[in-house]
């Protein structure tokens, strides 16, 4: 049986404000920490933009654990280290494609986890 673990590699922090259209798979951007709060969710310290090995610009909000969404509509809060240059997410990302009832959502379909600034 092949192994399904498939390793993308290591992220790039990239800290402009704006990307340019063929920003490379691995960068990413978080903003997070004390100090940082998202509105109607009180277990969320920020958020990490990245870009996935979908090629798509992905965004989860972080938090020092992770958080079930409050409501179906909600997102839900990934765990975060604390690490900016080397994050780990947990649990993994599940980009879906479709929801629950089997619609399509605006995900791209990517399922990996990031951790220690590796996409896998």
């Known amino acids: 049986m092949a192994d399904a673990h498939v390793e993308h590699g290591n992220m790039v922090r ?8 063929d920003e490379p798979i691995g960068s990413f951007d978080i903003n997070a920490g004390p100090g940082h709060s ?5 277990g969320a310290n920020g958020h990490i933009i990245f870009v996935c090995p979908n090629n798509r610009r992905c965004s989860v909000l972080v938090g020092p654990s992770p958080v079930e969404r409050p409501s179906k509509d909600a997102c839900y809060v990934w765990g ?4 900016k240059d080397r994050p780990t997410l947990t649990p993994s990302i599940n980009c879906r494609s479709v929801d629950d009832e089997g619609k399509a959502s605006s995900g791209c379909g990517w399922h990996g986890h990031i951790i220690d600034g590796v996409i896998r």
């Open 38 to 42: 998202v509105q109607g969710y009180p």
């Open 80 to 83: 975060w280290n604390g690490d």
């Open 14 to 21: 990239d800290e402009r404000d704006e990307w340019p259209a």
